[in-house]
């Protein structure tokens, strides 16, 4: 099992920045993949953004440029700093791990005001 624990949600406004934390905890597999993803109200959860245990990384193409997600391998930490905020990117952010089974974390809240 592996335990996730995000932090860094909280409300912004437009065109500030925000760093979402997230330590994993438990059994981690050294071959894994952690990311983040976000959902609105009334609409679907979706992928904002992942990266490997080797560094590779993936992003969705209406935060890329403004979001960048990082790890510290050691703390078994990923990051996701986000820049220029918008309004639409208002969302629960869930973390993830991502070994044989696929874990999540129970969300943070952004809010993004214009």
């Known amino acids: 099992q592996v335990q996730l624990v995000e932090s860094g949600g909280g409300l912004v406004q437009a065109g500030r920045s925000l760093r979402l934390s997230c330590a994993a905890s438990?059994?981690?597999?050294?071959?894994?993949?952690m990311g983040w993803y976000r959902q609105a109200p009334g609409k679907q959860r979706e992928l904002v953004a992942t990266?490997?245990?080797?560094?590779?990384?993936n992003y969705a193409s209406s935060v890329r440029g403004r979001f960048t997600i990082s790890r510290d391998s050691s703390k078994n930490t990923v990051y996701l700093q986000m820049n220029s905020l918008k309004p639409e990117d208002t969302a629960v952010y869930f973390c993830?791990?991502?070994?044989?089974?696929?874990?999540w974390g129970q969300g943070t809240q952004v809010t993004v005001s214009s």
């Open positions: 990266i490997s245990s080797r560094g590779s990384t």
């Open positions: 993830t791990y991502t070994d044989f089974d696929t874990y």
């Open positions: 438990g059994s981690i597999f050294s071959l894994n993949v």
